[in-house]
Structure formats: C-alpha cells, structure tokens
Nanobody, 121 residues
Framework: QLQFVESGGGLVQPGGSLRLSCAAS????????IGWFRQAPGKAHDRVAC????????YYADSVKGRFTISRDNSKNTVYLQMNSLNPEDTAIYYC??????????????WGQGTQVTVSS
C-alpha cells in the first residue's frame, strides 16, 4: 500500500525559506515519478513540481519556477522541496504523490496528511 508522509512545514516570514520532505513507502520508489501539490483553503489542488524516477528531469509550475527546487534521494525513499523567496500566496497544505510529470497530474488517489506552510509577517 502506497504511503506518503510529508514534513518540514511551518510558519515563515515573506522572503524566507523552508525545506519539505516526503517519505514514501509501500512501493518500488525509484521506479516512479513523484510530485508536490498544494491546497490553499477553499481552493483545488495546485500543481507545484515533479521529479522523474531517477531524478534526471524536473518540472515546475510557473508560479514557483526559479524559487522552488525539487530533488530526491532514492536510497532514502524521500523527495524534497526546497522553497525560497516564499510569499503569502504560497500558504497552503503541501502534499506529495506518485505523479505523471508530463501532465503534472497525480496518478491514483494516494495522499499523505500533508504539511502546512504558512507565509506571514
């Protein structure tokens, strides 16, 4: 059974940085693309970033390009999201899941509990 545990969120001031982690289990991690998504209150899931199975390709939503960096460590079954130059519009619950990077769409309905990111002064 696929499982994801997101962590690393918190309260940060505008312009600050956070590093999120996504620990995965229950499947052959290095065979799958993994993406980050976020959901702000009252809004639908928003695509953020995706990384290919071996980490050779990365994809970003225009809203985070140049500020966020996705990476993975297949030896630890973990994907990371380094977030810099955060602004209040980045406030959301962040989730990771198996993803079709080409379409930046989740594959299936496998979600963890998410990690809350709040950007506020």
């Amino acid at each position: 059974q696929l499982q994801f545990v997101e962590s690393g969120g918190g309260l940060v001031q505008p312009g600050g940085s956070l590093r999120l982690s996504c620990a995965a289990s229950g499947f052959t991690f290095h065979l799958y693309n993994i993406g980050w998504f976020r959901q702000a209150p009252g809004k639908a899931h928003d695509r953020v970033a995706c990384i290919s199975s071996m980490g050779g390709s990365t994809y970003y939503a225009d809203s985070v390009k140049g500020r966020f960096t996705i990476s993975r460590d297949n030896s630890k079954n973990t994907v990371y999201l380094q977030m810099n130059s955060l602004n209040p519009e980045d406030t959301a619950i962040y989730y990771c899941s198996v993803t079709d990077c080409g379409r930046m769409d989740p594959q299936g309905d496998y979600w963890g509990q998410g990690t809350q990111v709040t950007v506020s002064s």
